[in-house]
């Protein structure tokens, strides 16, 4: 059917206007309303006729006088018309705010596979959920897009400049020390300019009616860093290439909200592969995101205490336990204890119980790389790549690798390292490890907390080695105790 419509208005002036079905009669009668500005009679008769169309087409609208733009310039007095200038100005700088804040919907810099030409567009549902997270510190919002496919938007607000959540997302090897449901993580591409371009993504949930199901998810990954010390970023994954679901998509944003807080907005896709995926998506809900954030808060208080608390805030950094005190303490025990300097790998210090772990003589041992000693090929280069950021950021951390000592015997091991307050030389972060030797575990970056060597902790004040006096050294196992736990 083609439909003849004769309007005269602001933007047409008299031309002719052909609309070919409902969709181009919604169209146009949004069009001429947005311009229209004309007097009360005026927009009755275009209201009445606009209707008469709606009922010919069978079209579920109608026009009232809620519905008109015209009533918005009722009041043409002076007061009324300052007024409207006022509220225009608000939703100006609304608008701005949102676009500036990354909040609009967009498309990814990089094509769908398999749906090259597909743009997403927002369901009617969606399009009312936009203005509220300019509005509200936290919240929620859900949609079931269709049978498949749910999409999910939290957001939140941390007292953190945005580089600590971004660097936190874009580390992809220290996801299994911080998130609960993460079993592993792993860059598989990377850019010289774009950083981080594939990532796998291990992780293990409890679906009704399935039980815990795992899977490892391959990722393309965009990553937008913040342009200034406290600007917008943004840690975009997607995946369309998992066994239960189509298209799978992590997009957090960081949007400054003032000089030292960040609104986290962290909005996920999902479509599954078939009806009997769905059940899927209620584990991930309920496992992953809802208790991501969480995790999240506590992850970027860690890694601000690490790091000697973020900019206008406090230098709160923990005081690190010192050198001399593991010295006294658990280095001179049975257990493998080693000491290394600011990198991780070169050793200071090693214990008895250390070289005959690695099949080396005590005085073989300072100075060299641990990798050296104890790694092969087959200890897991991902799990190494985790630990080392973890040494970059200044955190503790736990790993099960494989290892290999002089003799040719393979075996695994679990080491857990800390920082320490460098008292002996002064250079400023060293790192201490206990090793234990364990059996039937996959190599694997473990979650950590910060009490993670509490149990080799405390000097050992019957030790003939031991040269600090009891009272002293009462004082400083307090003092690092205490300490431990803050952190």
Not at 216 to 230: A, G, M
Not at 372 to 386: A, P
Request: aromatic content about 8%; overall charge negative; some cysteine.
């Amino acid at each position: 059917m083609l439909l003849r419509l004769h309007s005269r208005c602001a933007h047409h002036g008299g031309s002719r206007c052909f609309l070919t079905g409902p969709g181009d009669v919604v169209k146009h009668v949004t069009t001429v309303l947005r311009g229209l500005d004309v007097e009360r009679q005026g927009s009755q008769v275009l209201k009445d006729g606009f209707n008469g169309v709606f009922k010919n087409l069978g079209v579920p609208l109608e026009l009232s006088e809620s519905t008109s733009r015209t009533s918005l310039y009722q009041d043409m007095s002076e007061s009324g018309l300052r007024k409207r200038l006022e509220t225009l100005k608000t939703e100006t700088e609304l608008i701005q705010k949102y676009l500036e804040e990354g909040l609009a919907p967009s498309t990814p810099s990089f094509p769908v596979v398999g749906e090259p030409d597909k743009v997403a567009t927002p369901s009617p549902q969606e399009n009312q959920l936009k203005g509220s997270v300019l509005d509200a510190e936290e919240g929620e919002e859900y949609v079931e897009q269709d049978s498949l496919t749910r999409r999910l938007k939290k957001w939140y607000t941390i007292e953190s400049t945005t580089e600590v959540p971004y660097q936190m997302m874009a580390t992809f090897e220290l996801y299994p020390q911080w998130i609960p449901w993460c079993q592993s993580g792993r860059v598989l591409l990377s850019h010289p300019v774009k950083g981080v371009t594939k990532a796998a993504v291990g992780f293990g949930i409890k679906v009704p009616f399935m039980g815990v199901l795992g899977d490892d998810i391959e990722y393309r990954v965009e990553l937008e860093p913040p342009p200034e010390p406290h600007g917008a970023s943004r840690v975009y994954t997607i995946s369309d290439q998992s066994r239960y679901m189509q298209r799978l998509v992590y997009d957090w944003r960081f949007i400054p909200l003032d000089n030292f807080r960040t609104k986290v907005v962290l909005e996920v896709e999902f479509k599954g592969a078939a009806h009997w995926c769905m059940p899927i998506w209620e584990g991930l809900r309920r496992d992953v995101i809802n208790n991501i954030s969480k995790a999240f808060t506590d992850r970027v208080v860690a890694l601000q205490a690490s790091a000697g608390g973020d900019r206008g805030r406090p230098a709160l950094r923990p005081k690190l336990a010192s050198l001399t005190s593991v010295l006294q303490g658990p280095f001179l025990r049975d257990q493998a204890v080693v000491v290394t300097e600011s990198n991780g790998r070169t050793i200071r210090h090693a214990n008895a119980a250390f070289a005959a772990l690695a099949g080396r003589s005590l005085d073989f041992i300072p100075g060299k790389d641990i990798p050296d000693l104890l790694q092969d090929t087959g200890t897991d280069r991902d799990v190494l790549r985790g630990m080392s950021a973890a040494v970059k950021a200044r955190l503790p951390a736990t790993a099960v690798v494989r290892n290999k000592n002089k003799a040719g015997k393979e075996f695994l091991n679990r080491l857990s390292l800390a920082p320490l307050d460098d008292d002996e030389s002064d250079t400023g972060v060293v790192f201490w490890a206990v090793l234990k030797v364990v059996h039937g575990m996959d190599q694997s970056l473990e979650f950590s907390t910060p009490d993670a060597l509490d149990e080799a902790w405390g000097p050992d004040y019957e030790h003939p080695d031991a040269i600090f006096g009891k009272d002293m050294l009462t004082d400083s196992s307090t003092r690092s105790n205490s300490i431990s736990h803050a952190q």
